[in-house]
C-alpha cells in the first residue's frame, strides 16, 4: 500500500544528485541502477478513518517487504514494489483487529496481503514526488496516487549500507476496492501515511 507508495524517493533522490557539482558526482556518484530493499523494522503504513463522526481510528501495518529500483539516469523508469501483511494490522485494541480483518472488513483468510506496484512517477522538484501505482486490495486492483517525500539518503550509521529514508501522504475510497461497510458510520475515506527506509546491498553483496 503504500504505503507506501515508494517509486518517489528513487525519483526524487535522482533530482536531488543531479543538483550536485559534477566534480562531486564524479568523486562518489552512484551506480546508475540502484536496488533498495525496503527494511521491515523500519517501515511502517499507518491510516486513519473516521468513527460515527466523532473521532478518526488509528492503525498501522508493520509487516511491509518490497523493493525500490532507482534509475538515477531516467527517473521516470525508477519503479516500487511492496506487499503488506493484512493479519499484522494493529489498531490499539485486539477486539477491534480483529473485526478488521474479519469477514466484514479486510477478510485477511481470503486476502491475506495488499500489494502495491508503482506505474507512473511524476518529480515535482529535488525532494518531491507524485507516484501512481495499482493497490491490491481484497481482489480488486485500482490505481492509487501518493505524495512522496525524499527525507535524507546517505550511509546509515546503524547498518553502513547505503539507504534512502522517506515519507508519503496519500487517501483512498474504500468502498472503491468493495469494502462498504457501515456507510453511514464509518468514513469512506482513508488517510495514509508512510515512514519508509530503504537499504541498498551491503558492500562487497
Not at 488509528?58 to 509487516?63: E, P, S, V
Not at 532507482?70 to 521516470?76: I, K, R
Not at 477478510?107 to 529535488?126: C, G, K, L, N, W
Not at 469512506?188 to 508512510?194: A, K, M, N, R
Request: one cysteine or more; glycine letters at 8%; a negative charge.
Amino acid at each position: 500500500m503504500r504505503a507506501l507508495i515508494l517509486a518517489g524517493v528513487a525519483v526524487v533522490a535522482a533530482c536531488a544528485s543531479s543538483s550536485e557539482p559534477a566534480q562531486a558526482q564524479a568523486q562518489a556518484a552512484p551506480a546508475a541502477v540502484q536496488q533498495y530493499t525496503l527494511d521491515p523494522q523500519h517501515t511502517q503504513i499507518g491510516f486513519s478513518v473516521d468513527r460515527f463522526g466523532f473521532n478518526n481510528v488509528l492503525g498501522r501495518f508493520d509487516q511491509v517487504t518490497g523493493e525500490v529500483t532507482l534509475d538515477a539516469a531516467h527517473p521516470a523508469s525508477s519503479m516500487v514494489h511492496a506487499v503488506v501483511q493484512i493479519a499484522n494490522l494493529s489498531s490499539g485494541d485486539p477486539t477491534r483487529d480483529q473485526h478488521l480483518k474479519g469477514p466484514n472488513w479486510l477478510r485477511s483468510q481470503m486476502f491475506p496481503t495488499m500489494e502495491y506496484r508503482s506505474t507512473a512517477v511524476r518529480v515535482i522538484d529535488s525532494t518531491h514526488a507524485e507516484v501512481t501505482g495499482d493497490l491490491t486490495l481484497l481482489g480488486q486492483t485500482h490505481p492509487l496516487t501518493l505524495n512522496v517525500t525524499l527525507n535524507h539518503m546517505g550511509v546509515n550509521p546503524a547498518s553502513q549500507r547505503p539507504s534512502a529514508g522517506f515519507s508519503a501522504r496519500g487517501t483512498l475510497s474504500r468502498a472503491a476496492w468493495g469494502l462498504a461497510t457501515a456507510p453511514n458510520l464509518i468514513g469512506d475515506q482513508v488517510s495514509i501515511t508512510i515512514e519508509a527506509l530503504g537499504s541498498a546491498p551491503a558492500a562487497g553483496n
